[in-house]
């Protein structure tokens, strides 16, 4: 078996330059390409989530890991898809209607990315019926709604009820999150899942893939 510890450590630090190379490296030695992603790419984000968790790094090491590891993700779809290995699937993403933060959005967004999901990023203040024209144009599994105000919470339920009017609902996940969310909300309005903080919602998404 190849030795994949450089090449995950890399990730750790956020180094896309070195990890890029290692990659590039093991793929030339005839490691298969779902192999770094199960053995280097995966470990990393989730040891850098561990410490984020625990306090042992912050949001810019955090974030550097995931574009390190999304770097990497622009060698290996690709190779992915010509060995038909099945993708993580594709989420949409937005700040609900009447909501402009989006600090928190931008990091799962790039988290996500860094983990093999496929990302449509709507920004902020953005409608249902932008949310439902994303998830048809896109084929979507996932929508991520967040807020960071407990005045615009409201608007996730809005999206929810619009999913079911347009009849999509029942084919596509959704989780939310933000400062004022919690699991009871999630649970009062519908949504599938609440992702307390950045790594929790990239775990969430990788769970609600596999249902």
């Not at 974030?63 to 999304?70: D, G, S, T, V």
């Not at 996500?112 to 599994?141: C, N, R, S």
């Amino acid at each position: 078996m190849h030795d994949f510890s450089s090449f995950s450590e890399a990730i750790l630090r956020g180094d896309a330059p070195t990890a890029v190379s290692a990659a590039r490296r093991l793929l030339h030695e005839g490691s298969p390409p779902f192999d770094l992603v199960s053995h280097g790419i995966s470990p990393a984000m989730a040891d850098v989530g561990r410490q984020f968790d625990e306090g042992a790094c912050f949001v810019p090491e955090l974030l550097m890991a995931a574009r390190a590891a999304k770097e990497v993700f622009h060698i290996l779809r690709p190779l992915l898809a010509g060995a038909k290995t099945k993708s993580k699937g594709h989420v949409v993403l937005g700040t609900v209607r009447g909501d402009l933060h989006d600090i928190g959005k931008n990091l799962v967004a790039a988290m996500l990315e860094g983990g093999g999901f496929a990302v449509t990023d709507l920004g902020v203040d953005v409608p249902p019926e932008k949310f439902i024209a994303a998830i048809q144009q896109k084929h979507a599994q996932i929508v991520g709604l967040s807020a960071l105000l407990s005045s615009t919470m409201p608007a996730m339920k809005s999206v929810l009820e619009a999913l079911r009017a347009t009849g999509i609902r029942e084919r596509v996940k959704v989780m939310i999150g933000g400062a004022p969310v919690t699991q009871r909300y999630a649970d009062l309005i519908g949504a599938d899942g609440y992702g307390e903080n950045a790594t929790a919602s990239v775990e969430l998404a990788s769970r609600l893939s596999e249902v």
